[in-house]
């Protein structure tokens, strides 16, 4: 069985010492620690500023690392995590290429079982839908170690949203992105003193400066462009037969229209390999693709775009809290939100397509704050320091709402 490594102890570092007036209770949670499963860039930036604020209150902190964070031709985004001072990080390898989603889950099953029985953590963050969010999800719950699930209760037009409802079913706690959202774990069964609203996490990284300049992005970056779109287009499981024509029309699409687009490469879902094919067909000139970025950085260069195009939850979250025009595509992010600058349409229909483009290229929007105004990682501590959060049963029962 491959062992998890520990790197980045520096957690001393950045405890703060407790404020005098601090009583016995709450000095005792601030003492526990906390693990937060991150398996991918998009997870990391919803989890990255929980885990700060965490840290920067006390908290011992620590990252489990795995999924596309390991690999490779993802970014090895896995540096990205250890970036952060002040906390431990452990790495896991938990797929190979062309590993179906069964085996990766049996894998991270395995793994974080050994993890959790090692290290004990007394509260197990976890987010969203993906298959390594499941594995934590179940091995928390046959071994009744708290765990919290952050932003349950959203819906999609994906497979993925049974995952998310079954870690909602796992969970201990939730830390949900809206009212709704926070109505539909209730409807899962779930007790309303067990449901917290912080708001979408990563609205954190945007609601201040981002720490560099446009200039700097595009030096790092080497974009040779300032006036472009961002696009980001993600397979979508239950459909990988019709992935690759949905690349195609797509981004033929975005050739046709003449404009500069900044490409971030697609995750690992199954279907990727279709998306990565027609990417390398763009033509290098007007399409600067990456395998990722900084959040930092990501944040100004969203900032400084003119449009986002494809299928990712920064295009229907980010997009609409910055005011930037965005085009969702395809059926991924069906239900997850409605925004005075969102706008849909299916890959097949370019005409749709360059007409939005045309049409919305460069406009500004009220910035739209339906999903918080970026203070989530503020809620999550307030609700973590206090010590009747730490009382909640693990045992579960079904709660009934009028």
Known sequence: MPRTLSTNDHTQKHQRPLAGGVGKEVQACMSKSIVFVTGTRADFGKLAPLAVAARDQGFAVS?????MHMLEQYGLTKIEVKRMEGVEVHEFLNQRAGDPQDMILAKT???FSDFALEHKPDLVVIHGDRVEALACSLVCATNYIPSAHIEGGEVSGTIDEMFRHCNSKLATYHFVSSQDAKRRVMGL????NSIHVLGSPELDFHAGPSGVTIDQVFERYEIPFDDFGIVIFHPVTSEQETMGQQAVNLFDALVQSGRNYVVIAPNNDPGSDKIF?????????????????RFSHFSELMKNANFMVGNSSAGVREAPFLGLPSLDIGTRQTNRAVAPSLFSSAAKNTDDILGFLTQYWGQKYTPHTAFGEGRAAEHFVNAIKDPAFWTQNLQKNFQDHE
């Open 189 to 192: 069964g779930e007790t309303e």
């Open 109 to 111: 099953v395995i793994a």
């Open 277 to 293: 094919d027609q990417i390398a067909k763009l033509p290098s000139e007007r399409f600067r693709t990456l395998p990722s970025m």
């Open 63 to 67: 990252f489990f690392v795995t999924g």
